[in-house]
């Protein structure tokens, strides 16, 4: 099995292809790739870099069609190009955001976001509230670091860390979470590779969206392996007609 994980702004989590090399299956290669080319940020986290980073990603998308990976994971909590992408391409698509509230309504009954910021935040809820998983989430508390600040050449790990867990003890303290999502890959995975046991430092499970959007790749790919749909054409997901998306890209001189 083959999956392309896209990180949909212009890096890398620092720990992140550390951490889903640790549970990927052993059948399982995956490269990494950001869209640095058409998007120069380090961080998409307002709606407008939301938009302008979108393009970028389905272009990664489109190629990893033509390139045989048998999915594709999109390790940001924004999701950027997830709907689109799936109207798109016949592999399956996952994305951070939608993998962990799937697995969040698995673990408990009721879950909260750590986002790095309020509006950040805001999308998220009403991406969740488009997915329909919004009735089991109870709260978001911003852990206030710019997504800019999160590499470790900007701020120490340890800082990032203290601030994330904080905000997650409150979630479950003053709001009831039984489930936490850091709700910024960059923040998640240095807390998944460098504390073994939040759990213990929170008083619930803090849940890594990327390792649940990527192993949810992996399932996906199996079932359409075994010849089972995945995903339906009927509505939402209806490819666009063929010619106005052969013309559309031609006209941007894109493969086709």
Not at 1 to 30: C, Q, W, Y
Request: include cysteine.
């Amino acid at each position: 099995m083959k999956i392309l994980v896209v990180n949909p702004f212009g890096d890398t989590e620092v720990h992140g292809e550390a951490n889903l090399a640790r549970i990927a299956r052993s059948d399982t290669k995956f490269d990494v790739v950001n869209i640095a080319e058409m998007y120069p940020l380090r961080n998409n986290q307002w709606l407008y870099f939301k938009h302008m980073c979108t393009d970028g990603s389905l272009e990664k998308v489109l190629w990893a069609e033509r390139e045989r990976y048998d999915a594709v994971f999109i390790s940001c909590n924004l999701d950027i190009g997830l709907c689109e992408a799936r109207q798109l391409v016949d592999i399956p698509v996952t994305a951070t955001l939608e993998s962990a509230a799937l697995v969040a309504h698995m673990m408990g009954a009721t879950y909260s976001l750590v986002p790095v910021d309020y509006q950040n935040g805001k999308i998220q809820q009403a991406l969740l509230k488009t997915y329909g998983l919004h009735d089991h989430f109870v709260s978001l508390r911003p852990f206030d670091i710019d997504a800019n600040q999160l590499y470790p050449d900007q701020t120490p790990p340890g800082e990032v860390i203290e601030a994330v867990v904080e905000a997650a003890r409150r979630c479950v303290a003053e709001d009831g979470a039984e489930v936490v999502i850091p709700a910024c890959t960059l923040a998640g995975s240095v807390l998944t590779h460098d504390v073994p046991d939040v759990e213990a430092l929170i008083g619930a499970p803090v849940l890594d969206g990327m390792i649940a959007g990527f192993k949810l790749a992996e399932m996906m790919a199996d079932i359409q392996a075994a010849g089972i749909p995945t995903i339906s054409r009927r509505g939402w997901f209806e490819k666009p007609p063929k010619q106005d998306f052969q013309t559309l890209r031609k006209f941007l001189d894109r493969p086709v």
